[in-house]
């Protein structure tokens, strides 16, 4: 009996090979490392993968594959490499920054293209991915479907399989060997990430209606950051804004579940001041560039306190403490220009207690700043920063911060408005 059962497992294991050896023979052809050339250099300068999707030449790859030949034409220019050493210019035709997809089409065709599914596999199955790892030539990586990954703002697969960098852009194929994925990024230890076939054919269907008219990358950039951040700014404020206890305050919450909170506490015998934190950060972002990402919604709290310290000393640990704080996004010069912050003082009724003295208690008192900057090509796009401390008491104090990145002035008002009238005190 022992023998069957190994005989039947090494010949699964056989019958698999040869799917994916049929696999790879089959799609090949299809299958395109894409380069961004250095024209000064006429090198390669980073690379990942693309594939074939219609007889005439379009290719799918990653947004952020292509992202420095969108930003600077002038600099980079775009080619494909096939399995078989063949290569050949590519030029940009359509974006979707948001879920990352990019639209291109080759200056000779290649002789294969594959389908794209209608429908998405159940969950369990298996389904194999494609790319070009780190150079290496092209590999197939099996793994498993998961559905849409939960906590995220934008849908993204969860694949349990090993994505690696150079595989960005490459398809991921069912059975039938269809389409159903395309790889965009790995938290490692076989947990990957695809962007949802349905987006990608959103994107042709796009592009097809232009009806052979160049897309205006720029404006289509800015339409999508705008479109996404009105999305995210209704689900935020539509939903139930539950608070949780901080020290004498109630603070908030997730408030959606692509919006994660975590907790940590310091107290040691070499640190006067006790602090608690709490942080929420949404999951995922937009890539514009490498040093250029939107669509952040974070905020944090902390609450320090302090039983043997005279005010003097409380309030200098508390502002050494509070002195690192920084924008939850990067951004470089060329993309947004400097802060420019509103300073004053706030205050804030207390809950209505029991007793008289519960209501005599004075208002809380609070040190704010709210800083904006501009987005340089999308002047109706901001970075929001917002920080409070408190300084009504000698021995407490709570810190709140949040930062908003690539929204409307609209929307950031709206949301500094919730999240400042939500807090509640003791």
Known sequence: MRLLILLFCCFTGFASAQSYEKLY????????????????????????????????????????????AVRKPEKYRLQYLS???????????????????ALLRQDKPGPEHINLSRHAP???????????????????????????????????????GSINPGMSGGP??????????IN??????????????????????????????????????HRQLLDNQQ??????????????????????????????CWGNSEEDEDNPVK?????????????????????RVEYEFFWLE????????????????????????????????????RQGFTSQERKVGKSKADNDRQPVRARTSYCVRRYQQFPDLYDIFFLSLTVDQKDRALVSHFTLSGFTEESATAFSEKFTSEIQWH
């Open 25 to 68: 023979s089959d799609y090949r052809e299809s299958l395109y490392q894409i380069r961004l050339i250095e024209k000064s250099s006429n090198s390669k300068a980073a690379i990942g993968s693309g594939f074939q999707i219609s007889a005439d030449g379009l290719v799918a790859t990653n947004y952020h594959v292509v992202a420095e």
């Open 172 to 181: 991921v194929i069912d059975a039938k060997g269809e389409v159903v994925g």
């Open 122 to 160: 159940s969950h369990g199955t298996t389904i194999i991915s494609l790319g070009n790892p780190l150079d290496l030539g092209m590999t197939l990586v099996p793994g498993t479907y998961n559905g849409i990954a939960a906590g995220s703002f934008y849908d993204r697969i969860h694949f349990s």
């Open 83 to 101: 399995v078989d050493g063949n290569r050949g210019e590519l030029e940009l035709l359509d974006i979707d920054v948001v879920n990352d997809l």
């Open 275 to 295: 602090r608690i934190d709490k942080g929420c950060t949404g999951q995922d972002v937009i890539y514009l560039s490498e040093n250029f990402n939107t669509g």
């Open 231 to 260: 999305k995210i700014i209704d689900s935020v404020l539509e939903a139930e804004w539950k608070l949780r206890p901080l020290g004498d305050a109630m603070v908030v919450g997730e408030i959606l579940s692509s919006i994660q």
């Open 184 to 221: 965009v990024a790995t938290a490692g230890n076989q947990i990957s990430f695809l962007v949802p076939v349905e987006k990608l054919i959103a994107l042709r269907e796009h592009y097809q209606r232009q009806d052979g008219r160049p897309v205006d990358l720029q404006a289509t950039t």
């Open 306 to 341: 302090a039983d043997d310290l005279l005010p003097s000393r409380f309030y200098s640990e508390y502002e050494s403490q509070m002195s690192s704080f920084y924008p939850g996004n990067m951004a470089g010069e060329d993309d947004v220009t400097n802060f420019r912050c």
